[in-house]
């Protein structure tokens, strides 16, 4: 299959997320968005959290950028892996002149919470990066 879907995730790379769940993406999605408790127990999770900022019972302080390295690792092990064209793009670095970064300004504007998540140049997701919905969208994009 030769269908090539464009993901692009709009945010600062800097930027410190709140998540209230397992931050290792090969176990579990990192969807800040979600309030599934993280899995402090599993060595895979406190060993692959290790770049997060601070760590709670429940709550892992991450970097954008993070979430973004982990959703490249998911998806460079996936069988969609070659269907894809994932970006991360600077929110300061925003194209106003192209149509897809007029619209997550917009929606930023409205109070959205970046990161924003655009996959085949419909806006999906906000406030997190989730692999598994990401991947979902993905694989139903190529059937």
Do not use: W
């Not at 299959?1 to 931050?23: A, E, F, H, Q």
């Not at 999770?45 to 709550?59: F, L, P, Y």
């Not at 892992?60 to 979430?67: A, G, N, R």
């Not at 894809?84 to 192209?98: A, G, R, T, Y």
């Amino acid at each position: 299959m030769n269908l090539k879907i464009k993901i692009n995730i709009y945010g600062n790379k800097n930027t410190v997320l709140s998540l209230k769940r397992c931050c290792n993406s090969s176990h579990d999605s990192s969807d800040s968005s979600q309030n599934k408790t993280r899995c402090s127990s599993c060595t895979n999770c406190r060993n692959n959290c290790k770049n997060s900022i601070s760590s709670e019972s429940n709550v892992t302080l991450i970097k954008t950028e993070e979430l973004y390295n982990n959703l490249k690792k998911f998806f460079s092990n996936s069988d969609v892996s070659q269907n894809i064209i994932l970006n991360f793009i600077e929110l300061d670095k925003i194209n106003l002149s192209d149509k897809e970064g007029i619209e997550v300004n917009n929606i930023i504007h409205k109070g959205f919470t970046p990161p924003i998540t655009v996959i085949d140049g419909i806006i999906r997701y906000y406030a997190g990066i989730s692999n598994i919905l990401i991947y979902k969208d993905v694989k139903e994009l190529l059937e």
